[in-house]
T-cell receptor, first 115, second 114 residues
Framework: DVKVTQSSRYLVKRTGEKVFLECVQDMDHENMFWYRQDPGLGLRLIYFSYDVKMKEKGDIPEGYSVSREKKERFSLILESASTNQTSMYLCASSPGDRVLNTEAFFGQGTRLTVV | SQQGEEDPQALSIQEGENATMNCSYK?????LQWYRQNSGRGLVHLIL?????REKHSGRLRVTLDTSKKSSSLLITASRAADTASYFCATDEENSGGYQKVTFGTGTKLQVIP
């Protein structure tokens, strides 16, 4: 079974702190994604990566950066956390083949609270 | 803006009834997927329908896709209390770099009353 593991289930950080959210997948997937989920807004794509050291901005990249130094790990970085970044963060991965087998596998989510 | 918009936002039905959720999207897609999310958890993939398919079944799930209207529907037949969850559609668009980008809608919250 594919496993996508997010390092923390719950996290509380202070405004202005640098925050790292880690995500690891064990199925050698090329694509990895970071979303945030807020009530009434669904899932919004922050960043995605289709290969090591490659990244693409999603729909709401402002205030975030990412790092993909190894294929299995995709990190989301909040450079200076703000209260409006309080949210549920979901990591996902999917195979990169172009045969349209594009089911995405999700981690359990990290509920981040910025105080 | 959201690529996918689900309708209705919330749905409450009795156990045994059928539940229908709709999804509309804006751009051309390679495929469309439906996911389920139990409260406070990650998403679980339910079914994928390719852009050249019109209908697909999986157990009690039936998905239709109308690319001319840019819409899809998910039907859950003979619903059970355990089907209570949020349901999201997701579309796979090829971006300008030729890579897959998966975007989700706002979701339909389904409550099945025992």
């Amino acid at each position: 079974d594919v496993k996508v593991t997010q390092s923390s289930r719950y996290l509380v950080k202070r405004t202005g702190e640098k925050v790292f959210l880690e995500c690891v997948q064990d199925m050698d997937h090329e694509n990895m994604f970071w979303y945030r989920q807020d009530p009434g807004l669904g899932l919004r794509l922050i960043y995605f990566s289709y290969d090591v050291k490659m990244k693409e901005k999603g729909d709401i990249p402002e205030g975030y950066s990412v790092s993909r130094e190894k294929k299995e790990r995709f990190s989301l970085i909040l450079e200076s956390a703000s209260t409006n970044q309080t949210s549920m963060y979901l990591c996902a991965s999917s195979p990169g083949d172009r045969v349209l087998n594009t089911e995405a596998f999700f981690g359990q989510g990290t509920r981040l609270t910025v105080v | 803006s959201q690529q996918g918009e689900e309708d209705p936002q919330a749905l409450s039905i009795q156990e045994g009834e059928n539940a229908t959720m709709n999804c509309s999207y804006k751009t051309s897609i390679n495929n469309l997927q439906w996911y389920r999310q139990n409260s406070g958890r990650g998403l679980v993939h339910l079914i994928l329908i390719r852009s050249n398919e019109r209908e697909k079944h999986s157990g009690r799930l039936r998905v239709t896709l109308d690319t001319s209207k840019k819409s899809s529907s998910l039907l859950i037949t003979a619903s059970r209390a355990a089907d209570t969850a949020s349901y999201f559609c997701a579309t796979d668009e090829e971006n300008s770099g030729g890579y897959q980008k998966v975007t989700f809608g706002t979701g339909t919250k389904l409550q099945v009353i025992p």
